[in-house]
């Protein structure tokens, strides 16, 4: 049952963050930015606290992540 319960929630999450990251590059193509180097300098600005790996590569690509995108995750850490 726990497992089943954790599919719906990750199903649910990729549903979510595909939606935040059609917008977030929307907004950014409406600004004349690009996606990734703004994210950088948001990252930089508001301080962000560093992601921690293992990072779920599959799922994020399935949000519509693109490869750049997962590769910053890498590097980041």
């Known amino acids: 049952?726990?497992?089943a319960v954790l599919d719906i929630?990750?199903?649910d999450e990729v549903g979510h963050v595909a939606i935040g990251n059609h917008w977030y590059?929307?907004?950014c193509v409406q600004a004349g930015l690009e996606p990734v180097a703004h994210y950088r300098h948001l990252?930089?600005?508001y301080r962000a606290p560093r992601l921690k790996p293992p990072y779920n590569t599959e799922a994020?690509?399935?949000a519509g992540?693109?490869?750049e995108e997962l590769a910053y995750l890498e590097q980041a850490v």
Do not use: D, P
């Open 60 to 62: 994020r690509a399935r």
């Open 9 to 11: 929630i990750l199903h």
């Open 25 to 27: 590059r929307w907004l």
């Open 65 to 67: 992540f693109s490869a």
């Open 1 to 3: 049952q726990t497992c």
């Open 43 to 45: 990252v930089r600005t």
